[in-house]
């Protein structure tokens, strides 16, 4: 990083760090928790963590001899390419997708490392389970009832653009270095988002180059960076980042091993907001004014402003999903949904 860059990065205010404990203290840290913070030395017991102090390849070998035998997705980026998993100019993606097995994907990082060259090779989340046999056992976080999806990154020194996601996160540094750069859940205005529908890893991400910022492009910027938490992570270190919290990833050091735990307070057969977000585009964002003011009223008496009165004048047994959703109820509206989505 620029010497420019350190300087912005001096200015940012820093991830608080939360004390913890093994048992039901980090469950108690998590449980309903709305702000991101850094636990330090949570997995420096990982055997991951071991093999990869020894070295970058240490940390291979011990993937590869849990790896199952199948392909795994991986991102490249051409020779001079830095590291910033991005659109080019044209909004095509700046790298090429495609698959192989591990030990010769990582066999291809053993070779530029040997020739002294610097190539981007990415491997974003992948399912643990059901690539790996055995890791997520010797290398797991206890997180209570919590049921999470579990993912890994692997993969050279890279820049991964900011955006958000709608689980809960926690992410653990296992090799090399990892910079997270946070912004609030509002900060969406000035981060300047790119298309929705075409992205680089499947959610919408800030146009803006963190690295060099275009400020006369991107003027709001600014004031998201004065709204920004910055958080460095060395291998053992994790960082829990709240449902929507807008993140910036960079993997800093020439390998780096990143595991994340993601859950849901909210039960699992609820619907995906992105969803209904996407359905909205397409059915009232375009419509006139003023039927879009009809729909934004309807949007604040059923969803936003929705109580107990919505309902008080329904036969209790008649209120259907305008009663609290169960499982059963939201199993209905969504093939309900897919019968007109279909048509």
């Known amino acids: 990083m620029a010497e420019r860059d350190a300087a912005i990065y001096d200015r940012l205010a820093r991830v608080p760090e939360a004390a913890w404990d093994k048992g039901a203290g980090l469950d108690a840290l998590l449980k309903g928790a709305r702000e991101p913070f850094v636990l330090r ?13 020894q070295s970058a390849r240490a940390a291979r070998r011990y993937l590869v001899d849990h790896a199952r035998d199948r392909p795994f997705s991986v991102s490249i980026g051409p020779p001079g390419h830095d590291g910033r998993l991005f659109y ?16 010769d994907i990582f066999a291809g990082i053993d070779a530029a490392e040997e020739q002294g060259e610097e190539r981007t090779v990415y491997l ?30 692997i993969g050279t020194r890279t820049r991964i653009a900011a955006h958000n996601d709608f689980p809960d996160n926690l992410a653990c540094c296992a090799v090399g270095r990892r910079r997270f750069t ?61 449902s929507m919290w807008w993140h910036h990833v960079e ?25 209904a977000l996407n359905h909205a585009i397409l059915a009232i964002r375009d419509l ?13 008496y059923y969803v936003f402003d929705a109580d107990e009165s919505l309902t008080a004048h329904i036969p209790e047994k008649a209120r259907g999903v305008l009663a609290p959703l169960t499982a059963e109820t939201a199993g209905r509206l969504r093939a309900f949904l897919l019968r007109m989505l279909s048509k």
């Open 288 to 300: 006139p004014a003023a039927d879009k003011a009809i729909w934004r009223d309807l949007f604040d």
């Open 124 to 153: 974003g989340s992948i399912d643990i389970p059901s690539h790996f046999d055995g890791l997520d056992e010797a290398n797991g976080v206890d997180l209570g009832a919590r049921t999470p999806f579990k993912s890994i990154w």
């Open 88 to 103: 080019d100019a044209d909004m095509a993606m700046n790298f090429r997708s495609g698959t192989g097995k591990l030990v």
């Open 251 to 275: 993997g800093l050091a020439p390998f780096n091993i990143l595991v994340n735990y993601w859950w849901r307070e909210t039960p699992a057969w609820l619907g995906q907001p992105q969803a």
């Open 41 to 53: 030395g949570l997995v420096a017991d990982w055997p991951l963590v071991a093999a990869g102090k």
């Open 182 to 242: 946070l912004f609030p859940p509002d900060q969406y205005r000035n981060l300047y988002l790119g298309p929705i529908d075409h992205t680089p890893a499947g959610r919408t991400v800030s146009m803006v180059d963190f690295d060099r910022p275009d400020l006369d492009a991107h003027p709001r910027f600014a004031e998201a960076m004065a709204q920004a938490q910055v958080a460095e992570l060395e291998p053992g270190d994790a960082i829990f980042i709240p």
